[in-house]
């Protein structure tokens, strides 16, 4: 008896090997197609400054509105080739602004700041740009271009088949 599982362990064990082997030649030219984003998610593309330029279309004041939630007020202003800077309003006097955040290059990565929360951009092109959450952030967002006076704001957030989306559909207030 004991002969007997001593042999089919060794029988199990190499056909578990051959199966981790097979799994691994599979799954190597699928992980090589994610070099974009470090096993946790965080992005790992190098940026310049010429990315971050390719964002000047945010530069101006932006109302925008979704369906079910409150009308939102930005501004975004470059101040550098490095930063952007943007201020958050409570309405559309623009009088009150109730946060500030900023887009910014840093050691080869662009990050967007709001509060306490960080989020890091995995892609930046001319279209637009999309961030993952790093610190004291959950939610993912894309910023997509759609014309010099008009652009996407799409906020995800919560869990894979509980996400909740919201599209706002940004338009220029003021240059």
């Known amino acids: 008896m004991i002969a007997w599982w001593i ?8 056909a578990l090997l051959a ?20 096993p946790r998610g ?40 490095s930063t952007v800077e943007i201020t958050y309003f409570s309405d559309s ?14 050691v080869g990565h662009i990050y967007h700041t709001m509060g306490p929360g ?4 995995t892609h930046v092109d001319a279209d637009g740009a ?8 959950q939610n993912t967002f894309a910023w997509t271009h759609q014309s010099p006076d008009a652009w996407t704001i799409t906020l995800r957030s919560g869990f894979a088949g509980r996400d909740r989306v919201s599209v706002y559909q940004m338009r220029r207030t003021r240059p």
């Open 7 to 14: 042999q089919h362990r060794r029988v199990a064990s190499k």
């Open 19 to 38: 199966t981790a082997l097979a799994t691994s030649a599979l799954a190597a030219p699928l992980t090589r197609g994610r070099a974009q984003a470090s």
């Open 42 to 81: 965080q992005p790992t593309t190098p940026f310049a400054a010429a990315d971050l330029a390719k964002l000047r279309w945010l530069e101006g004041t932006w109302r925008g509105s979704a369906p079910g939630e409150a009308d939102i007020y930005e501004r975004y202003r470059f101040l550098n080739d």
């Open 93 to 106: 006097t623009l009088m009150h602004p109730t946060n500030h955040g900023r887009v910014y290059l840093s």
């Open 118 to 121: 960080r989020w890091g951009a």
């Open 130 to 137: 999309y961030f993952v959450p790093q610190v004291n952030a």
